[in-house]
Nanobody, 123 residues
Framework: QVQLVESGGGLVQAGGSLRLSCVAS????????MGWFRQAPGQEREFVAA????????YYADSVKGRFTISRDNVKNTVYLQMNSLKPEDTGDYYC????????????????WGQGTQVTVSS
């Protein structure tokens, strides 16, 4: 079992920044591919970003490219999502997810999920 705990969400004005963190415990962190997903009210959960086991592979949804940066620290067992130039459409609950070999953009490919952290971007 892998336990994931997100933090760093909040209320921010459009154009602002937030940094989300997700701390993992329970298994060897570097064995897991990590993803960030988000879900707005009434919408399906969507892929935001993913990072491979060593951090060599990084993937983004088109909607966040150039604004968001995913990174990981395998010593601190933590994955980060730096979010800049935030827009109202970035509002939602943000979840981190872990799996050993997922299809990185498919939420169904991840076995482990955090409880989520809420991000609200005001216009």
């Amino acid at each position: 079992q892998v336990q994931l705990v997100e933090s760093g969400g909040g209320l921010v004005q459009a154009g602002g920044s937030l940094r989300l963190s997700c701390v993992a415990s329970g298994r060897t962190f570097s064995d897991y591919f990590m993803g960030w997903f988000r879900q707005a009210p009434g919408q399906e959960r969507e892929f935001v970003a993913a990072i491979s086991w060593s951090g060599a592979g990084i993937y983004y949804a088109d909607s966040v490219k150039g604004r968001f940066t995913i990174s990981r620290d395998n010593v601190k067992n933590t994955v980060y999502l730096q979010m800049n130039s935030l827009k109202p459409e970035d509002t939602g609950d943000y979840y981190c997810a872990a799996d050993t070999t997922p299809y990185y953009s498919d939420p169904g490919g991840y076995d482990y999920w955090g409880q989520g952290t809420q991000v609200t971007v005001s216009s």
